[in-house]
């Protein structure tokens, strides 16, 4: 999908938050929403089971207004975080600019972290895209809970982040780290836009 | 009061705010007089009013330079309407208005209440719309909302084309500073340009105020950065985020800052330029492929300020090329080749082609060939004269000049030339074969849609021109005009004029004199009634078409008989045939004279016959009246 449309004069990014389940992908869109002053509130889309699990996906759409003469929208996405809804997972990751990978700080849960991220990998490399070109940022998240229940940073990062991206703490129920996330993967993704990649004028 | 000359078309941004009114400006300063007349633009202050009345002034003036052309704003003209009355010589002020071509009164508001100069604009409207002349008026509201406006007044102004200037959108304002800086020459750090554009301003002199005002701090402090430019130009901070003093808002924007600020650094301007410009001229209608290949690179192109300006340039042409072309002929227009710069050689061309005679005048009729024409000692020099045309056109006998009666082939040998002369120039080559009727209803036409241009044209560029019955010319004084410069053109160029008429040129009642000289001056050849011999071939000729078998004794019979034109003759084989038909006999000389002579009788000896059978009464001559007056002459004899 095109990034920057010139001839529209529309920057249009599509960031998808993937992880295992309950990681807090889908509390992170919330906790964005619940920032965004009321006269920019696109709707929030949550097609969520009756236990607040996310069913499909959940859609954001964040309409930052005229930045540089472009009306500039930001799209985000969660995938369903649950091994058996792999389908759902490719066909929202389709397209994405960016992607935010959260993590599960508790200690029980490093393995699914693990499997969840190589899933990301595997499942860019089925739709011909080479991971390592694809803006990516993580975020560990639940950094609130006991110190007992979770790995420190430093820990997760060995275990997960082996390339080495930008990697963010937080606590995506009460605020702190979420958009420092957002701006990390938003930064990496418009950085893109010099680089050429996806700034092709819409094909009329 | 002089137009002025730095107001120009070229240097007036066009926008969606004011394209109409612009193109409607175009069309009145290329033919004053013909269209939107009176045109009066209206718009709020500062927006470009009066740049447009002078522009038009300006290419009105450059496009034909003996036109008077007289620029007044409403205050200076109400202003020497008064030293003019004070003075006692309203006279002159009226001779001197009187006189020019196209007036262009701006800022027609004042009117209100001056009822003296009402009156006097009303009387000056009358008398120059009276005579074609062109008036351009501009306000900053429609006629109707002048106030204290006479009635009559208004409805004159309103009786052209009214349209309105709007406030530029924010393309529209980029391009003004842009323009303005190329203008002036100066330049400003990218983004500069566009944040001031981003500002609401309503009207272009604010606008221009501002870039004033950045320039002169440039001038100063050095190089400005776009974070500069509200702040210096004395503007408030755009649209100011409502100041929330909820930190969990602020967490947004602060977000929004930083991205804004991360675009501002990766969308590269040199893009945004030219992305500006695919979205603009798409909008337009118009291929950009050209600019979209120059996107898809990675760094700028080093010259792409000057290929925009070439692209715009170039559509430009484009523009004029397709209004050009629509004068010849309106369903050329709009076709894709005027949308794609990339094809302007093609379309220039194309146009040039169309221009010249993609519509050519009428061509020979191709039923008319050389070898159908027989020659005889009647028309023997009229056909020698034709060969040589054909062999060598426009060398010896130019124009060739066919005379002769109505009916002996003067129609026929045009053609015949007319078809030998495209063959011999091949494909390329153009004959123009018409009649003169229909010359003259195109000049009619060509006058009516105001296309004489093209007329011409189409005329000249033709390779030779064959003009048929040229009598009819004759006291048609704008045909003979332009039959003469056709004539003098083909002349120059060498290439072959032919005229048929059954009236020797000095014999054209109407006929200019310069017309029947060059007629005469080539070569007048006569064409006389069919003589026995031709006669004689043209019957074998037609008893053939007509699939007759007639035995040579019949055919030197029809041939014995006196005809005047070739027409004629026809006739004879046609009455043949069907009187053959009819009593279902073959052709033999019995039954030939039985059906062209009724009654048996020889042509010679009919009237008596006549005589014969009829009442004695008619044998006496004095008691026939062979020519009856005229109706109202009996009607007035029966009353006496």
Same mark, same amino acid.
């Given at each position: 999908?095109?990034?920057?449309?010139?001839?529209?004069?529309?920057?249009?990014?599509?960031?998808?938050?993937?992880?295992?389940?309950?990681?807090?992908?889908?509390?992170?869109?919330?906790?964005?929403? !619940?920032?965004?002053?009321?006269?920019?509130?696109?709707?929030?889309?949550?097609?969520?089971?009756?236990?607040?699990?996310?069913?499909?996906?959940?859609?954001?759409?964040?309409?930052?207004?005229?930045?540089?003469?472009?009306?500039?929208?930001?799209?985000?996405?969660?995938?369903?975080?649950?091994?058996?809804?792999?389908?759902?997972?490719?066909?929202?990751?389709?397209?994405?600019?960016?992607?935010?990978?959260?993590?599960?700080?508790?200690?029980?849960?490093?393995?699914?972290?693990?499997?969840?991220?190589?899933?990301?990998?595997?499942?860019?490399?089925?739709?011909?895209?080479?991971?390592?070109?694809?803006?990516?940022?993580?975020?560990?998240?639940?950094?609130?809970?006991?110190?007992?229940?979770?790995?420190?940073?430093?820990?997760?990062?060995?275990?997960?982040?082996?390339?080495?991206?930008?990697?963010?703490?937080?606590?995506?129920?009460?605020?702190?780290?979420?958009?420092?996330?957002?701006?990390?993967?938003?930064?990496?993704?418009?950085?893109?836009?010099?680089?050429?990649?996806?700034?092709?004028?819409?094909?009329? | 009061?002089?137009?002025?000359?730095?107001?120009?078309?070229?240097?007036?941004?066009?926008?969606?705010?004011?394209?109409?009114?612009?193109?409607?400006?175009?069309?009145?300063?290329?033919?004053?007089?013909?269209?939107?007349?009176?045109?009066?633009?209206?718009?709020?202050?500062?927006?470009?009013?009066?740049?447009?009345?002078?522009?038009? !002034?300006?290419?009105?003036?450059?496009?034909?330079?003996?036109?008077?052309?007289?620029?007044?704003?409403?205050?200076?003209?109400?202003?020497?309407?008064?030293?003019?009355?004070?003075?006692?010589?309203?006279?002159?002020?009226?001779?001197?208005?009187?006189?020019?071509?196209?007036?262009?009164?701006?800022?027609?508001?004042?009117?209100?209440?001056?009822?003296?100069?009402?009156?006097?604009?009303?009387?000056?409207?009358?008398?120059?719309?009276?005579?074609?002349?062109?008036?351009?008026?501009?306000?900053?509201?429609?006629?109707?909302?002048? =106030?204290?406006?006479?009635?009559?007044?208004?409805?004159?102004?309103? %009786? %052209?084309?009214?349209?309105?200037?709007?406030?530029?959108?924010?393309?529209?304002?980029?391009?003004?500073?842009?323009?303005?800086?190329?203008?002036?020459?100066?330049?400003?750090?990218?983004?500069?340009?566009?944040?001031?554009?981003?500002?609401?301003?309503?009207?272009?002199?604010?606008?221009? %105020?501002?870039?004033?005002?950045?320039?002169?701090?440039?001038?100063?402090?050095?190089?400005?950065?776009?974070?500069?430019?509200?702040?210096?130009? %004395?503007?408030?901070?755009?649209?100011?985020?409502?100041?929330?003093?909820?930190?969990?808002? #602020?967490?947004?924007?602060?977000?929004?800052?930083?991205?804004?600020?991360?675009?501002?650094?990766?969308?590269?301007?040199?893009?945004?330029?030219?992305?500006?410009?695919?979205?603009?001229?798409?909008?337009?209608?118009?291929?950009?492929?050209?600019?979209?290949?120059?996107?898809?690179?990675?760094?700028?192109?080093?010259?792409?300020?000057?290929?925009?300006?070439?692209?715009?340039?170039?559509?430009?042409?484009?523009?004029?090329?397709?209004?050009?072309? *629509?004068?010849?002929?309106?369903?050329?227009?709009?076709?894709?080749?005027?949308?794609?710069?990339?094809?302007?050689?093609?379309?220039?061309?194309?146009?040039?082609?169309?221009?010249?005679?993609?519509?050519?005048?009428?061509?020979?009729?191709?039923?008319?060939?050389?070898?159908?024409?027989?020659?005889?000692?009647?028309?023997?020099?009229?056909?020698?004269?034709?060969?040589?045309?054909?062999?060598?056109?426009?060398?010896?006998?130019?124009?060739?000049?066919?005379?002769?009666?109505?009916?002996?082939?003067?129609?026929?040998?045009?053609?015949?030339?007319?078809?030998?002369?495209?063959?011999?120039?091949?494909?390329?080559?153009?004959?123009?074969?018409? =009649?003169?009727?229909?010359?003259?209803?195109?000049?009619?036409?060509?006058?009516?849609?105001?296309?004489?241009?093209?007329?011409?044209?189409?005329?000249?560029?033709?390779?030779?021109?064959?003009?048929?019955?040229?009598?009819?010319?004759? =006291?048609?004084?704008?045909?003979?005009?332009?039959?003469?410069?056709?004539?003098?053109?083909?002349?120059?160029?060498?290439?072959?004029?032919?005229?048929?008429?059954?009236?020797?040129?000095?014999?054209?009642?109407?006929?200019? #004199?310069?017309?029947?000289?060059?007629?005469?001056?080539?070569?007048?050849?006569?064409?006389?009634?069919?003589?026995?011999?031709?006669?004689?071939?043209?019957?074998?000729?037609?008893?053939?078409?007509?699939?007759? =078998?007639?035995?040579?004794?019949?055919?030197?019979?029809?041939?014995?008989?006196?005809?005047?034109?070739?027409?004629?003759?026809?006739? *004879?084989?046609?009455?043949?045939?069907?009187?053959?038909?009819?009593?279902?006999?073959?052709?033999?000389?019995?039954?030939?004279?039985?059906?062209?002579?009724?009654?048996?009788?020889?042509?010679?000896?009919?009237?008596?016959?006549?005589?014969?059978?009829?009442?004695?009464?008619?044998? #006496?001559?004095?008691?026939?009246?062979?020519?009856?007056?005229?109706?109202?002459?009996?009607?007035?004899?029966?009353?006496?």
């Amino acid at each position: 999908m095109s990034l920057v449309n010139y001839a529209t004069r529309e920057i249009t990014c599509k960031i998808v938050y993937y992880g295992p389940g309950r990681s807090g992908k889908t509390t992170n869109l919330h906790y964005i929403y !619940g920032q965004v002053p009321e006269d920019r509130k696109g709707k929030m889309v949550s097609l969520a089971t009756q236990t607040d699990r996310t069913l499909f996906f959940d859609f954001l759409p964040l309409d930052l207004g005229s930045i540089s003469g472009f009306t500039t929208k930001f799209q985000l996405y969660t995938v369903p975080g649950q091994v058996y809804y792999q389908t759902t997972r490719r066909l929202v990751l389709q397209g994405a600019d960016g992607v935010v990978f959260v993590a599960d700080s508790q200690t029980r849960q490093l393995a699914e972290n693990i499997e969840s991220f190589q899933d990301l990998h595997a499942n860019l490399a089925e739709q011909g895209v080479d991971p390592r070109t694809m803006p990516l940022v993580v975020q560990y998240n639940k950094q609130d809970l006991p110190k007992e229940l979770i790995l420190p940073v430093s820990e997760l990062s060995d275990a997960i982040n082996f390339r080495d991206v930008p990697e963010f703490a937080a606590d995506a129920l009460h605020g702190p780290g979420v958009f420092e996330t957002l701006r990390g993967i938003s930064e990496l993704v418009l950085r893109r836009l010099s680089a050429g990649a996806g700034a092709t004028p819409a094909s009329r | 009061m002089q137009v002025d000359p730095r107001a120009r078309f070229e240097n007036y941004v066009v926008g969606t705010a004011n394209r109409l009114a612009v193109a409607a400006a175009r069309a009145v300063a290329e033919s004053p007089g013909a269209v939107y007349n009176p045109l009066f633009v209206y718009s709020g202050s500062g927006l470009g009013k009066t740049h447009l009345i002078n522009a038009i !002034g300006n290419h009105a003036q450059q496009r034909a330079p003996e036109l008077g052309i007289e620029y007044v704003g409403l205050e200076d003209f109400v202003q020497q309407l008064h030293a003019a009355m004070a003075a006692g010589e309203m006279e002159r002020f009226k001779q001197r208005y009187g006189r020019v071509d196209v007036l262009l009164v701006d800022d027609l508001q004042f009117l209100t209440g001056r009822r003296e100069t009402q009156s006097e604009l009303l009387r000056l409207l009358n008398a120059l719309q009276g005579s074609g002349r062109q008036i351009v008026m501009t306000s900053d509201r429609p006629p109707a909302e002048i =106030s204290d406006v006479d009635e009559r007044l208004i409805s004159r102004l309103s %009786g %052209g084309l009214i349209v309105d200037i709007g406030a530029p959108d924010y393309e529209t304002r980029v391009a003004i500073l842009r323009e303005k800086c190329e203008e002036r020459q100066i330049s400003f750090a990218a983004g500069v340009l566009e944040e001031l554009a981003r500002v609401e301003f309503g009207n272009v002199r604010e606008l221009q %105020g501002a870039l004033n005002r950045l320039s002169a701090h440039q001038s100063l402090d050095g190089t400005l950065t776009p974070a500069q430019v509200r702040s210096i130009a %004395g503007l408030p901070e755009p649209a100011a985020p409502p100041a929330r003093t909820s930190v969990q808002t #602020d967490e947004f924007f602060s977000f929004l800052t930083d991205i804004a600020s991360a675009v501002a650094a990766h969308v590269e301007p040199w893009k945004v330029r030219i992305g500006e410009a695919v979205a603009y001229w798409s909008g337009e209608g118009y291929r950009t492929s050209a600019l979209e290949t120059m996107m898809s690179m990675s760094e700028a192109p080093p010259n792409y300020e000057s290929l925009l300006r070439g692209y715009g340039q170039a559509v430009e042409q484009l523009r004029e090329l397709e209004r050009q072309v *629509t004068t010849v002929d309106a369903r050329l227009g709009g076709s894709d080749l005027f949308r794609d710069p990339e094809r302007l050689a093609e379309a220039t061309t194309f146009v040039q082609n169309a221009l010249a005679g993609a519509v050519p005048p009428g061509g020979p009729q191709p039923a008319f060939a050389r070898n159908g024409f027989e020659e005889s000692a009647a028309n023997q020099m009229a056909v020698r004269a034709a060969d040589v045309v054909i062999a060598e056109p426009g060398q010896r006998y130019n124009p060739l000049f066919l005379l002769g009666p109505t009916g002996v082939g003067k129609t026929h040998l045009l053609n015949a030339i007319g078809n030998e002369l495209q063959l011999r120039f091949g494909a390329g080559g153009r004959v123009a074969c018409v =009649s003169a009727q229909l010359f003259i209803e195109e000049l009619i036409a060509a006058l009516q849609e105001g296309t004489v241009e093209r007329f011409r044209a189409r005329y000249r560029a033709a390779d030779a021109l064959l003009i048929d019955d040229v009598q009819f010319v004759g =006291s048609k004084e704008r045909t003979q005009e332009e039959l003469f410069h056709v004539f003098n053109h083909f002349h120059a160029a060498g290439k072959q004029l032919v005229f048929a008429s059954d009236i020797a040129p000095r014999n054209i009642e109407g006929l200019e #004199d310069r017309l029947r000289s060059r007629f005469e001056g080539g070569l007048v050849a006569e064409i006389g009634q069919p003589d026995r011999p031709l006669r004689e071939k043209l019957f074998i000729r037609f008893v053939a078409d007509a699939r007759l =078998s007639v035995p040579p004794e019949v055919i030197a019979y029809l041939a014995d008989r006196p005809a005047t034109s070739v027409r004629e003759l026809m006739g *004879t084989v046609q009455r043949l045939r069907a009187g053959l038909e009819s009593l279902g006999v073959a052709a033999t000389l019995a039954t030939a004279r039985q059906i062209l002579e009724p009654s048996g009788m020889t042509p010679s000896s009919a009237p008596i016959a006549v005589r014969q059978a009829a009442d004695t009464f008619f044998l #006496d001559d004095e008691k026939i009246v062979w020519e009856w007056p005229d109706v109202a002459g009996r009607l007035v004899e029966e009353l006496r």
